[in-house]
């Protein structure tokens, strides 16, 4: 009996250090996998909460500026071209981050499927005019404002008159080219599929864009390149000429004296000041976008952290573009700071009075 008992004690100690051994060798396996997937989640937060403030914080902004105006235009039944040009830039720049940044911000917190093969194709279309708006329109402001400050002896002078009638055709316009250009958005986005993505697709995460071949991937994004760029070229072509006519008119206020020369001179820094943000904002954000997207059209597989930068970059103009117009507008800036007073200083017998505007 005992001799059949120590071979059993003898295996079942072996068993035991097989087993010491063996958690001993994974144990570092193990420590490296969960500080890996540390890595990976805290990465994921940072990016969440990264476009979950973008796309908020650009909402809020682009909510108040269409608010302020839509006040504006409840007391005084009208709006001044420029100001509904803006308008019309606030309402393009809150569709790109609806249509954009919430679909984004949803995937990165792992919520998928968000969106069938039509809901894709309606957002991904969506998605590409408004985007396309928000570089026309910012365009047309910049013109605009150059022909509005053009001298009245200019080649110009009979197109400022004619300025207030032409912004709603522009509009319009804006909205067909931009609608002709990305109509072939909705043929090639689909919802994802299980699987590998195939060459020549970007994924968006929560929509795929699939090119039949390079040749219809690379057509596209030259298409959208080129619009893009020449839009952003007659921005800064306006903004040159808009510093030009300052700088001259700088030069004749000199002869004047120094009160009114003074006054002069803030008036101009402010607007040059104005003029030099508008391009920043352009050259920087569009300009990291458009270099990311020519990148895009070089690779046949494009890794998910660069798609993730491009829409990152892309949306920054939609989301700081209200706050600069906010602080920028004395006319919006005083009616959020009306409505934002005015129930502090009402009282039970003055309810019924309102601040006018």
């Not at 830039?89 to 981050?97: D, I, P, T």
């Not at 911000?105 to 408004?130: A, P």
């Not at 912004?167 to 909705?186: D, E, K, Q, R």
């Amino acid at each position: 009996m005992e001799m059949q008992h120590r071979p059993t004690l003898k295996t079942a100690s072996s068993e035991y250090i097989d087993v010491a051994i063996e958690k001993v060798l994974v144990a570092p396996v193990d420590r490296e996998v969960e500080v890996s997937l540390c890595r990976m989640d805290l990465c994921v937060t940072i990016k969440g909460v990264s476009f979950l403030l973008q796309t908020g914080l650009g909402i809020l902004g682009n909510l108040l500026v269409l608010l302020a105006y839509a006040h504006i235009v409840y007391c005084k039944r009208r709006l001044q071209p420029v100001d509904m040009i803006l308008f019309h830039l606030a309402f393009a720049n809150m569709m790109v981050l609806l249509t954009r940044g919430v679909p984004q911000t949803m995937t990165v917190f792992q919520l998928h499927n968000l969106l069938d093969d039509v809901g894709c194709k309606i957002v991904i279309y969506s998605y590409r005019i408004v985007r396309a708006l928000s570089v026309c329109i910012t365009c047309l402001l910049s013109v605009f404002q150059s022909l509005t400050i053009a001298p009245a002896t200019s080649r110009w002078a009979n197109l400022k008159t004619r300025l207030p009638k032409l912004i709603l055709p522009s509009f319009g316009f804006l909205w067909l080219l931009n609608m002709a250009v990305c109509i072939a958005a909705p043929f090639f986005s689909v919802a994802p599929r299980n699987g590998t993505v195939p060459k020549f697709t970007l994924n968006l995460g929560f929509c795929h864009v699939n090119f039949q071949d390079q040749l219809s991937y690379v057509i596209n994004g030259v298409a959208i390149t080129g619009r893009d760029f020449i839009f952003v070229g007659l921005m800064v072509l306006a903004s040159g000429y808009i510093l030009l006519v300052l700088h001259r008119h700088s030069k004749q206020m000199k002869g004047f004296r120094s009160s009114d020369r003074h006054q002069s001179s803030t008036l101009e820094s402010r607007a040059a000041k104005t003029v030099i943000t508008l391009v920043i904002l352009y050259v920087v954000f569009f300009g990291i976008d458009n270099i990311i997207w020519i990148y895009m059209l070089t690779v046949s597989s494009v890794p998910p952290v660069i798609s993730d930068m491009r829409v990152f970059f892309s949306s920054c103009y939609a989301s700081l573009s209200p706050f600069f117009i906010i602080s920028s507008n004395k006319k919006i800036k005083r009616r959020i700071s009306c409505a934002s007073e005015e129930p502090k200083q009402q009282s039970p017998a003055s309810e019924v009075s309102h601040v006018k505007l």
